[in-house]
């Protein structure tokens, strides 16, 4: 039996979740501003709906990827927002990745109105998402982020309950700073290969299994020597979930050196025009302040 799902958000990574739910037998409604992403959906079998308002009257879940807090606000709360058409009890899962204390404050809106709410944020990205295999980190009531599994095991191979509402954004921001550093440590290694004279296209292989492995090592040293710049990711995201994990970092007064050099890199190439690129044109970096796009 399929279940009813409302959209809201079909960018790059709501996009992949729409295409594989459909494919997955879910009767979805999309909604997004942007109704040239919602054709691509429609394509593969999804519904448009008018408004998010009209895509939650429809369903019993409500998905939402959206960039930024304000975003989810409006598309949730603002005129025409998913809280105008929702039944009582409608379960929002917001996939976005955003700040954890204002996801709290997103919850408690929504439960003023009736609503249920799980923040759970992803890793793995719109590729993972395709094929069923992305990483999430839930955070809300026990009985709220069961039942979203329902939904989320389409899309997600692990899928961990952190706590209460705002734990699946913190867990988030804990990811961003151990992939932020591991795509700049990676971009670094890959330079020093290649001034070295060391064939870089090896070292994946080479390094495979043992304590420098990693994800993104096997991903990303190949598509460095390569410049292969295909867009999975943003750097300009990056930087926000940094700036995000610093904001976390001087609440709870934890000094993080590293993250904030990681921070800096990123914003210098967000600075040179890159932001819109992926983390593999991090490579940019290493031509020099005075090579970077002006």
């Known amino acids: 039996m399929s279940l009813k799902i409302a959209l809201i958000g079909a960018g790059a990574m709501g996009g992949a979740i729409g295409t594989r739910l459909a494919q997955t037998g879910q009767t979805l409604h999309v909604f997004?501003?942007?109704?040239?992403?919602?054709?691509?959906?429609?394509?593969?079998?999804?519904?448009?709906?008018?408004?998010?308002?009209?895509?939650?009257?429809?369903?019993?879940?409500?998905?939402?990827?959206?960039?930024?807090?304000?975003?989810?606000?409006?598309?949730?709360?603002?005129?025409?927002?998913?809280?105008?058409?929702?039944?009582?009890?409608?379960?929002?899962?917001?996939?976005?990745?955003?700040?954890?204390?204002?996801?709290?404050?997103?919850?408690?809106?929504?439960?003023?109105?009736?609503?249920?709410?799980?923040?759970?944020?992803?890793?793995?990205?719109?590729?993972?998402a395709l094929i069923g295999e992305l990483t999430l980190?839930?955070?809300?009531?026990?009985?709220?982020?069961?039942?979203?599994?329902?939904?989320?095991?389409?899309?997600?191979?692990?899928?961990?309950?952190?706590?209460?509402?705002?734990?699946?954004?913190?867990?988030?921001?804990?990811?961003?700073?151990?992939?932020?550093?591991?795509?700049?440590?990676?971009a670094e290694a890959t330079q020093l290969a290649l001034d070295a004279g060391v064939d870089a296209a090896k070292i994946p292989a080479a390094l495979k299994g043992g304590r420098a492995d990693s994800a993104i090592l096997q991903e990303y040293m190949p598509r460095y020597v390569e410049r292969d710049y295909r867009r999975t990711g943003r750097i300009d995201n990056m930087v926000k979930d940094l700036n995000g994990a610093q904001d976390l970092a001087r609440r709870t007064h934890t000094p993080m050196p590293m993250t904030a050099i990681c921070a800096e890199v990123h914003r210098l190439m967000t600075a040179a025009g890159l932001g819109g690129e992926d983390q593999a044109a991090l490579m940019e970096y290493f031509k020099g302040p005075e090579e970077l796009p002006q």
């Open 32 to 128: 997004d501003l942007d109704k040239e992403k919602v054709a691509e959906l429609v394509a593969h079998g999804v519904i448009a709906a008018q408004s998010a308002a009209d895509a939650a009257a429809q369903s019993d879940y409500v998905i939402t990827s959206l960039n930024a807090p304000r975003i989810v606000d409006i598309a949730v709360f603002g005129k025409g927002g998913v809280a105008d058409g929702a039944k009582p009890g409608t379960l929002i899962i917001d996939m976005s990745s955003i700040d954890p204390e204002a996801t709290k404050e997103l919850a408690a809106k929504a439960a003023e109105k009736g609503l249920r709410w799980v923040d759970s944020p992803l890793s793995g990205g719109a590729p993972k």
């Open 137 to 186: 980190m839930a955070g809300g009531a026990a009985e709220d982020v069961a039942d979203a599994h329902n939904v989320l095991q389409h899309v997600a191979t692990n899928y961990t309950h952190m706590g209460p509402v705002g734990a699946g954004q913190t867990t988030k921001l804990i990811n961003q700073v151990l992939c932020g550093l591991n795509f700049l440590a990676v």
